[in-house]
């Protein structure tokens, strides 16, 4: 007698036209999709910090953009004066808040500082006497 090399009959779960081979496939495909998509974000914000190293009072738009690239756009807290650039990851929703991160403030076209220090201290408003 032969021996054939067929699937063992004890596991038919697992040949690949059945559905539970289709529902593996689809969901390890979800897994790596989402692992994905999170880790861009997450190597973002580090070079993005790192970038941030090089930045200097006085820069022009231009200036920082070729340092940092583009700023996060259509954000609702965004304002034409202030670019936001993620750099930290805090509710774990997919969403960038403002919270998550850092703000460079222009006045005039060029750089006058950044970062929520700087950014808190300038949307205060001044102590009436």
């Known amino acids: ?3 054939h090399n067929k699937i063992p009959q004890t596991l ?3 040949q690949r036209n059945g559905s539970f081979f289709r529902l593996f496939v689809y969901c390890a495909l979800a897994i790596i999709t989402c692992t994905l998509l999170s880790s861009c ?3 973002s914000q580090y070079s ?3 970038d941030s190293r090089d930045l200097r009072i006085g820069m022009t738009k231009q200036q920082v953009l070729d340092i940092m690239g583009e700023p996060l756009r259509d954000q609702k807290f965004g304002k034409p004066d202030v670019w936001f650039y ?3 990851t805090v509710w774990h929703d997919f969403l960038t808040t403002e919270d998550e991160c850092m703000p460079l403030v222009f006045e005039n076209g060029t750089l006058i500082g950044w970062g929520n220090d700087f950014y808190n201290q300038r949307q205060a408003p001044a102590n009436p006497k």
Do not use: K, S
């Open 1 to 3: 007698m032969t021996q």
């Open 48 to 50: 993005n910090i790192r």
């Open 86 to 88: 993620y750099v930290d």
């Open 41 to 43: 974000a997450y190597f």
């Open 12 to 14: 038919p779960y697992l």
